[in-house]
């Protein structure tokens, strides 16, 4: 009766040695995979935003009533279509830090700034346009969300001086 009692108290131990090693493993492992998800996620809002700028220079370059479809994912952070100030932003926080925290970093055409918050980051890509932007036809700003599903923009060059373009989502 005394052998049952010890494997039974030999089981608990090694049952709970195994859980506090997969634990520990856990707390160490989990925010390198977040950062490392976090990363893959700039990058790729970093092309997202590269395609969308090359899509707009291209409308700006050709003639009035050109109008292309593009379909954008936004898995995480904000995208924020500036009318007033004719820029386009992407925001989000991540645990990866892309850049010194308060030093802009130039992508291409892009401006890339890594803000330090708490124990985050706060990854900001922005472009600042000589075009009037606008979201349907009115110079007004749209903040788009992420989303289980890509959004569908609409932009299309509406001529004028400075060139007009303009934004409608579907």
Known sequence: MKKRGQVWVETMIYTLVAFVLIAS????VKPKIEEIQDQALIEQSLEIMKYF???ILELAQSVSGNKREIEIGIKKGTLEIDGVLNKIVFEMGSKY???EPGEIISEGTLNVLTEKIGDENKITISKNYDYDLTFNEIDATKLISASSTPYTIFISNKGDSPIKIDFEIN
């Open 25 to 28: 493993v856990l707390f160490f």
């Open 97 to 99: 830090e892309y850049s």
């Open 53 to 55: 700028d090359s899509t």
